[in-house]
């Protein structure tokens, strides 16, 4: 494998379901990220992971629970989502979480909420 | 504040035609970093380009090229002698050193090159 990868590609839910994204990446690199891309709207920022620690909440909802167990894997918990959480969601990760950084994303999963 | 503009929504060319994607920001620092990204249907954003604002050399990337011009905050794309593979999202970024590690992106422009 290289580069970022993410599992599922797709994944259909009910409001009331538990799920996981699982974010992977093998460029060796330090800092993680989770992005929503709905339709018509820019990409937002969701978390930041710095060497595994999170540097950076972007005031997202608490349905959304972020993990990051070491700096080459990411997961993003979701329970009880709304039929507006339905995006594609997008890791990406970079060298060392520096500004100016360039962050490598992966193919995304495309949520849709029930 | 920071923010990337692209007004540019769709834009459709037929094969072999040079198309040019307009990206300006806005940022009162005078470091930072742009980038422009290409999203085919597949979803995963592709690494296209980074430049920073002390590097105002145009540069050329195969049928690719970049033209940053700091007096008028546009860093626009030239797609020369377009294909089909080229249909795609394309979107710039603007990084900034003095906050985090954020990306402020634009809103895309659609790129549709027609056999």
């Known amino acids: 494998e290289t580069g970022v990868t993410q599992t599922p590609r797709h994944l259909v839910m009910g409001m009331t379901n538990k799920k996981s994204l699982k974010c992977e990446q093998h460029l060796g690199h330090n800092a993680m990220y989770w992005y929503k891309q709905s339709a018509k709207k820019p990409l937002e920022l969701m978390f930041v992971?710095?060497?595994?620690?999170?540097?950076e909440n972007n005031s997202v909802p608490s349905r959304f629970s972020p993990e990051c167990p070491n700096s080459s894997h990411l997961f993003l918990h979701l329970h009880t989502l709304q039929p507006e959480d339905s995006a594609l969601y997008l890791c990406a990760s970079s060298q060392g979480g520096r500004a100016g950084e360039t962050q490598y994303f992966g193919p995304g999963t495309r949520l849709l909420v029930l | 504040a920071q923010k990337v503009t692209q007004a540019q929504t769709e834009i459709s060319v037929v094969e072999k035609e040079d198309v040019t994607l307009d990206c300006v920001y806005e940022?009162?620092?005078?470091?930072?970093?742009l980038f422009w990204y290409k999203q085919p249907p597949s979803g995963e954003l592709v690494f296209l380009i980074r430049?920073?604002?002390?590097?105002?050399q145009n540069e050329i990337s195969g049928r690719y090229s970049w033209n940053f011009q700091k007096s008028t905050s546009s860093f626009n794309f030239t797609i020369t002698a377009s294909q089909v593979v080229d249909s795609a999202v394309y979107f710039c970024a603007l990084s900034e050193p003095r906050g985090t590690d954020k990306l402020i992106f634009g809103t895309g422009t659609r790129l549709q090159v027609f056999p």
């Open positions: 430049r920073n604002s002390f590097d105002e």
């Open positions: 992971y710095n060497f595994k620690e999170q540097t």
């Open positions: 940022t009162r620092d005078t470091t930072y970093y």
